[in-house]
């Protein structure tokens, strides 16, 4: 008699029961069971980000790894559809990293099958200097040359008024910028430059899954978008990302065949001729019915995540409402208690936002409005503060309070891309002084908002905050 999905099931039970005494910390703060640890200020580390799960992921996890099939299947299968089902995009491709994913959005803009629109070497894009490195690297790494425009210190995201400066007819080629610690950029005005100069739009939604624009879901605005599933992200899978294609089906084969090393076949691993008629190709120089899966039209990579990471992103993707609910939610407490030390500090606001109040925000005339999932919650020490950012930050770090600054600052003054400028000068181009960048590289620094943060966590860091201020003043 075969016992062994009796024997499945046992183990799964097992590890459920483990999961719950062993990773109460990692529960999130609104918990139904109240199981988490107790928080001791002072001793008890407040982490800027982390993972938040319960035993349902790790049931997943086990379950799937039991199964055995490890690698790319139909957890795999499954997360794409209901990932994409939730942005409401054509399609949504894994891969394992957010990272990868900004590779393979760009590499797949460059398939000698999109004709005159594809990106050659030399070409230009457009981006945003202060931000994350891996939102520009692949375009160095293709040969493409970054355009960076300057930051806005009060949304952190792109000038847009500097888009037409940085346009070159011919040589501009597409734009591809990140919304900034989750809050969208000027979809509007970045959208309507694109179309209309026929540019691809590459959104770099990493940190801001679950934001909107008028009402939409950001990553579903360009051609491409890309996500990071890391675990300082709303989603975790552990390693992991994805590419949505937004509208444009066929982009969809150009991004598997570059994170599939290439191939021009687009089966699955373990599943072979859904095309039907895979010794019936003729392509390149290959002799008539080569195999079509050992046929590569591009110069690809092997970026693809494990199936056990999709069972987890299933579970993951079930409590992102509520994730989205608590980064909001504690952001606002941060901004509420902490509005009285505007002397000391400048907070961000949401893009079209033009002030804040306790009962919510206030927008400019243009009709348009943002919410923002947030990554974090942006303090940008003053110019007059009696202290500096780094002062901050060290007793932020002394306190157990975990910080991080806006990524890579200015990225064109991080030592490789001062070494690019001295060794190949034509690789990027600046537009103006960035001086919004630069401000930013100086004065920024971010809390966490992510759902693992409890009430008492929060407290504490408002009041070490506070006093870390007050004994300023005095």
């Known amino acids: 008699m075969d016992n062994a999905p009796q024997l499945k099931a046992e183990i799964l039970r097992l590890c459920r029961e483990y999961s719950a005494l062993t990773h109460r910390a990692n529960r999130p703060a609104v918990d139904p069971s109240g199981d988490r640890p107790a928080f001791v200020p002072g001793q008890t580390t407040i982490p800027y980000a982390g993972r938040v799960f319960d035993e349902n992921e790790v049931e997943a996890a086990v379950g799937s790894t039991l199964d055995f099939w490890l690698t790319l299947g139909t957890e795999g299968e499954a997360f794409e559809e209901e990932f994409a089902n939730y942005l409401k995009v054509k399609s949504t491709t894994l891969t394992n990293s957010g990272s990868s994913a900004n590779l393979l959005a760009v590499a797949a803009l460059t398939s000698p099958t999109l004709g005159e629109r594809r990106l050659r070497r030399g070409d230009e894009v457009i981006t945003v200097a202060a931000g994350f490195p891996t939102t520009v690297a692949p375009l160095i790494q293709n040969g493409i040359v970054p355009v960076f425009i300057d930051n806005d210190t009060v949304t952190l995201n792109a000038r847009v008024d500097q888009l037409g400066e940085a ?162 939610r ?53 110019p007059t503060a009696p202290f500096s950012r780094k002062e901050f930050a060290r007793h932020l770090d002394n306190a157990k309070i975990g910080s991080r600054m806006l990524f890579g600052g200015n990225l064109v003054r991080q030592p490789a891309f001062v070494s690019l400028r001295l060794h ?39 009041a070490v905050i506070r006093e870390f201020a007050k004994k300023k003043i005095n």
């Open 424 to 462: 190949q000068p034509d690789a990027f181009r600046v537009v103006g002084d960035l001086a919004g960048a630069d401000d930013l590289m100086n004065r920024a620094l971010f809390l966490g908002t992510y759902p693992g943060l409890s009430t008492e966590m929060i407290d504490y860091e408002i």
């Open 167 to 328: 346009f070159v007819p011919g040589k501009t080629k597409a734009v591809m910028m990140a919304h900034t610690l989750g809050n969208p950029f000027d979809l509007t005005a970045v959208r309507d430059f694109c179309q209309l100069h026929n540019l691809w739009l590459i959104e770099d939604n990493c940190d801001a899954l679950g934001s909107r624009y008028d009402g939409q879901l950001t990553g579903s605005f360009g051609d491409l978008s890309t996500q990071s599933f890391y675990p300082p992200h709303h989603l975790t899978l552990g390693e992991g990302g994805a590419v949505n294609v937004v509208r444009n089906a066929p982009l969809r084969k150009l991004v598997e065949s570059f994170r599939d090393w290439g191939r021009d076949c687009w089966c699955a691993s373990g599943k072979d001729n859904t095309c039907h008629k895979r010794w019936g190709w003729k392509l390149g120089e290959l002799p008539e019915g080569y195999d079509h899966k050992y046929i590569y039209s591009h110069f690809g990579y092997n970026l693809k995540p494990l199936d056990i990471q999709a069972a987890i992103g299933r579970q993951q993707l079930k409590k992102l409402p509520a994730f989205i609910a608590a980064r909001q």
């Open 330 to 382: 504690n952001w606002e407490i941060l901004r509420q208690e902490l509005a009285d030390l505007e002397e000391f500090f400048d907070f961000m606001l949401p893009t079209h936002a033009t002030g804040w109040t306790p009962g919510g925000f206030t927008w400019d005339d243009s009709g348009h409005k943002t919410e923002v999932s947030w990554f974090g919650f942006m303090m940008l020490v003053k």
